[in-house]
């Protein structure tokens, strides 16, 4: 089998389930340790738990990403057990659908607190450890973060900011030797979708035009692209939102 992270360290946040914890376990099968963070405790041990039995490394660091003081404590956590950095997936991240005038000012803050203050919080305490390695941030945007969906004020606002913050350290860092990518899938099958709520009244055409296929990309697609975006491989690559939902967004 193939260690493209033999003796590399990850941070992945949002591990304890879908793409987090896809993504965990497969810089894991591929040697490196990793730091998985989230907010939920039990899951995120059985995520730890998992990758111990398949014979990988891997700690378990309580997290709330919408919390600067929290996101570098994590950040602070992973440095002193494993003694370094090289990888940041930045995966944590919350969906809420609703009629934009009818949206709350506590959804609001709450979904661009978690998808992208959250996002640089953890990008901000991890950029300083990265820097010496010539490491990688890999940030998870989504489909609607390039296109627009109806409901989905708060939500696409979010990830569009990720897109543009991916692309503002991208170029910020490049002569340090730091890459910042990002991935930005359509429907996934992972909780977040599962959980999917549209609101009272809504016109379905207008979801279902961000899906050119009746297909659902599963979680170890996605942990492969960001796998493939952290490794050497993807050396010259820096600055990417890359669209990972079909064809949809070449539609």
Request: some cysteine.
């Amino acid at each position: 089998m193939e260690h493209r992270f033999q003796d590399r360290i990850a941070l992945v946040t949002g591990a304890a389930s879908g793409i987090g914890k896809a993504s965990a376990k497969a810089f894991a099968r591929e040697g490196a340790r990793v730091a998985c963070a989230d907010i939920s405790k039990e899951k995120l041990a059985e995520t730890v738990s998992e990758i111990r039995q398949d014979g990988g490394t891997a700690i378990a660091i309580e997290l709330n990403v919408a919390d600067s003081a929290s996101a570098s404590a994590a950040v602070e956590e992973c440095i002193q057990n494993f003694g370094g950095l090289q990888i940041l997936a930045n995966v944590a991240g919350i969906l809420k659908l609703e009629q934009t005038h009818q949206l709350s000012d506590e959804d609001w803050n709450r979904v661009l607190g978690v998808n992208l203050s959250g996002t640089f919080f953890m990008s901000r305490a991890a950029i300083p450890h990265l820097l010496e390695e010539k490491g990688s941030i890999v940030n998870v945007s989504s489909l609607a973060g390039l296109k627009g969906q109806a409901y989905g004020a708060a939500y696409c606002a979010s990830k569009a900011g990720v897109v543009g913050l991916t692309r503002v350290m991208a170029v910020e860092y490049a002569q340090q030797g730091l890459r910042v990518n990002c991935v930005c899938p359509g429907a996934v099958d992972t909780p977040l979708i599962a959980g999917f709520a549209p609101p009272e009244g809504f016109d379905p055409d207008l979801i279902n035009r961000l899906s050119l296929v009746p297909k659902v990309t599963t979680p170890d697609e996605v942990a492969e692209a960001i796998a493939y975006l952290s490794s050497p491989a993807a050396r010259s690559i820096s600055g990417v939102a890359l669209p990972i939902d079909f064809g949809t967004h070449a539609a």
